[in-house]
């Protein structure tokens, strides 16, 4: 038998995530972490600097993603949508603790700012919600297509050697052109080119900080 979940288990159930999220340890899904079965490289001072600023700067955005998701997921009108944003959460917490252990590999720390950064995207995501599933969904591939640009200039510019974070952002850059081709499948809109546009500029404010603080 399934469970009904009323409004007030629902927010019990995203407010846990959110803890989770920003504070403690999210539910995973069984995939191993991309980069356990390579070695660690011999980086210098300075690459290792680069690389655990880097990482942390994708460890926002992973942040930034639940909330995203959890905001929709809790304004959506669909059943199907609901389910599909809280499936996508689930998945993005892989790259969460992915990001998390590559960054403490570094010897470094996570954005002191995590707080800010998830109550921010939580609120952009429910909006999106209450505009209309269509124009959640069209807010999730928007996302996606935009995150996997980024993990791209990521992998670019990441030190040559930095195999184990290479792994990391090659798969996660699978997984978020696969979220974001689901939610074109599901019904989604394109966004307004100004919304588009204002997005982008809002994530570079965001990479920008996030690589230092």
Known sequence: MSRTYTAADRFLLQFDQALRTVFGRPHLSERPDPADAIAEADLSPDQIHHSAGLMRVNHVGEVC????YQGQALTARLPQVRQAM???ALEENDHLDWCERRVRQLNSHLSYLNPLWYA?????????GVAGDKWSL????ETERQVAQHLQE??????PDDHKS??????????ELRH?????????AELPAAVRKLMAMASKVMTTTAYWV
């Not at 921010?120 to 999106?128: F, M, S």
């Not at 069209?138 to 591939?141: C, E, K, L, R, T």
Request: aromatic share 2%; hydrophobic share 55%; net charge positive.
């Open 180 to 188: 974001g081709t689901l939610a074109v499948e599901a019904g989604a």
């Open 65 to 68: 993603a639940q909330a995203l």
């Open 138 to 141: 069209g807010f999730v591939a």
């Open 154 to 159: 990521h992998l670019e510019r990441l030190p």
């Open 86 to 88: 809280e499936r996508a």
């Open 166 to 175: 290479r792994a990391v952002l090659k798969q996660m850059k699978v997984d």
């Open 120 to 128: 921010g995207a939580l609120g952009i995501g429910a909006a999106a």
